[in-house]
């Protein structure tokens, strides 16, 4: 009997089989129109019409030393938009909402940073707002108290928090006394902090002498660079001051934060790495994907996949003004901490040692050129992409030069990236746990002491 079924004569469908993935296409490279006004400010525009919105990234330098600029700093950004000589914070809001917009800000160790969106059609409007602000801001002296409060009561409990705690543990240990050495301020300080601090910060740091503009959206840029003349080409300030060099890292004994009774251990390391610009910053970032980049990397599947140590390890290479590091964090419980922190070194020395294979290295390129694509396919991603690499004195062409540059990295490329970079040797290591639970498996790894 024949039959009529036309799936009868198809070939049976191969369970359990991943595709292959196809190669990442390359977008067309964008084109940006870079121009700086004559008060110093640059502004960096791309045309792009699929959606009728305008993105709007300002970068600021703010580099700054001490606790007490980090907590004016803090206390500015949340502030900023809390008072023009026309309006008050709810006018702002309104005003900005009627064009289809927002604005908002954030501080770190290198910038102050507005970000902020709205239809195209009202480009010349928003801008006029930022302005306003940028030039004029009053921060009434109710407001500043509120936010300084809340800000006072939020870092208080993040602070107690342990992943926080391993984090500042371990920026200390890797940056000293640089800037770079405390992620959130301190609350004692950011509560001694008054309206006329914030006032006299921005009057001496909220300038256009360096800082950068980025417009991503449905403009010409003809129209974009007129629009910014007119409402910023007024706004005046000196260049702030670069932030100092990395000082250079001292490895040494390993560290333990002692939290009595902790069920957990939060283990950090850290080290150097190189910059977006450096020759071999490819393969250092292929050989951080492959040891804990991403969810299919070797620290995965180690210590969560295999051994149920822990959750979400990971690794990653942090990129700031001046300089670059290496992370791995891992919480894992208590009663693991010693076995877990052998496998890391394991990984991390196992990458040194050994190159990987042929398919850990195309799945891991192909990662960071999908996300790299991906980060700079929309409008907004592209807008943070641009002031991001600007910031550090990188162009467009990276989106295209980077990819390819990833292409050309070799297994031995991978592996001499690991030896130089990711070797255990070469690391820190902050851990914060119950040390009288902990002490005795860590130091067999290795010299002890207290944070």
Request: charge should be negative; avoid cysteine.
């Amino acid at each position: 009997m024949t039959s009529t079924d036309p799936s009868s004569s198809a070939p049976a469908a191969t369970t359990g089989v991943i595709p292959a993935v196809r190669p990442t296409v390359p977008a067309q490279l964008p084109a940006v129109t870079d121009h700086t006004l004559g008060n110093g400010l640059r502004v960096l525009v791309v045309e792009r019409s699929s959606v009728p919105i305008v993105e709007v990234r300002l970068r600021i330098p703010f580099a700054g030393a001490g606790a007490a600029h980090q907590a004016r700093a803090e206390v500015l950004a949340e502030t900023l938009f809390t008072g023009s000589p026309r309006f008050d914070r709810v006018g702002l809001a309104t005003q900005v909402q009627r064009l289809g917009g927002s604005l908002s800000t954030g501080v770190d160790s290198d910038r102050l940073a507005v970000v902020g969106s709205a239809l195209a059609t009202n480009l010349e409007p928003l801008l006029e707002i930022l302005a306003e602000v940028l030039r004029g801001a009053t921060y009434p002296d109710d407001e500043v108290a509120g936010e300084r409060d809340r800000i006072v009561e939020d870092t208080a409990v993040a602070r107690s928090q342990p992943a926080v705690i391993a984090r500042e543990a371990l920026l200390e240990r890797l940056f000293g006394d640089h800037p770079y050495a405390t992620g959130i301020a301190d609350p004692e300080v950011v509560g001694q902090v008054g309206p006329a601090d914030v006032r006299a910060l921005h009057a001496e740091r909220v300038s256009p002498a360096g800082a950068i503009l980025t417009l991503v959206g449905d403009v010409r840029a003809e129209r974009a660079i007129a629009a910014v003349t007119a409402s910023l080409g007024g706004w005046t300030g000196r260049a702030a001051d670069p932030a100092p060099p990395l000082p250079a890292l001292r490895t040494g004994p390993l560290i333990i934060v002692d939290r009595p009774g902790a069920v957990q251990t939060n283990i950090r390391l850290g080290g150097e790495a190189l910059d977006r610009s450096a020759p071999g910053y490819p393969a250092q970032r292929l050989a951080n994907t492959i040891f804990g980049g991403y969810f299919s990397s070797r620290l995965v599947d180690n210590i969560r996949e295999d051994k149920g140590y822990t959750y979400s390890p990971r690794s990653s290479v942090d990129h700031y003004q001046v300089g670059s590091r290496f992370t791995v964090a891992a919480d894992v419980a208590t009663e693991v901490t010693g076995p877990a922190l052998l496998e890391i070194g394991y990984e991390l020395g196992r990458l040194a040692v050994l190159p990987p294979t042929q398919e850990e290295l195309d799945a891991a390129r192909q990662y960071a050129v999908g996300t790299l694509a991906l980060g700079s396919a929309t409008a907004a991603g592209l807008a943070a992409t641009l002031s991001a690499l600007a910031g550090v004195g990188l162009g467009v062409e990276y989106l295209r030069d980077h990819p390819r540059a990833l292409a050309e990295v070799t297994l031995d490329d991978v592996r001499a990236a690991a030896a130089e970079l990711l070797a255990p040797t070469r690391l820190v290591t902050v851990l914060v746990g119950d040390r009288a639970r902990i002490a005795a498996a860590v130091g067999a790894l290795g010299l002890v002491a207290d944070a």
